[in-house]
């Protein structure tokens, strides 16, 4: 019989390696929205530029750390809201990424205070433009991590 804090260890990894394929996908959804709208939000560079000035580095690091976040909400996700959000996999997974979002969100408000955009290195995202953009990747986000946790949890039952 397996006790309860195995099968939150079980939820926690299996959310954590959804949210870094669900990372992933964003990053690559982030890519061509992009290149579609014309606005350089580019959230690796808003993670990496604390660390280095020079765009590429700032985009490496930032991708680092962006996995990183992708593997810890997902685990959160995996752990504590998986079981507990109503409906299918992929609409929970969405819910609780846009919640991440809108909790998040805010924060753009500082926007004057960053580098990069102090810079013009990345665009402002306190407008509808950017919402919207991050909006469709937390869907996606949320979608891969919601549908990924449920199938790793079936693979290993």
């Known amino acids: 019989m397996r006790s309860p804090r195995h099968g939150l ?3 926690f990894i299996a959310g954590a390696m959804a949210g870094v394929a669900a990372a992933v996908t964003f990053a690559t959804v982030m890519e061509v929205d992009r290149r579609v709208l014309g606005r350089n ?5 808003l993670l990496g530029r604390f660390v280095s000035p020079r765009e590429q580095t700032a985009r490496i690091v930032g991708l680092g750390l962006h996995l990183l976040n992708g593997a810890v909400l997902g685990g959160v996700y995996g752990a504590a809201f998986h079981e ?3 409906g299918a996999p992929s609409f929970r997974g969405t819910l609780f990424a846009n919640a991440e979002n809108l909790t998040l969100y805010p ?3 500082l926007e004057n205070h960053h ?3 102090r810079d ?3 665009d ?3 407008n509808g433009t950017a919402f919207a953009q991050e909006t469709l990747r937390h869907v996606v986000f949320g979608l891969i991590l919601g549908e990924g946790t449920e ?3 079936r693979s290993t039952r």
């Open 115 to 117: 580098p990069a955009i």
């Open 120 to 122: 013009g290195q990345i």
């Open 151 to 153: 199938r790793i949890l």
């Open 41 to 45: 939000t580019d959230d690796l560079i």
């Open 107 to 109: 924060l753009a408000l």
């Open 84 to 86: 507990w959000l109503p």
């Open 124 to 126: 402002r995202y306190w």
């Open 9 to 11: 260890r079980r939820r």
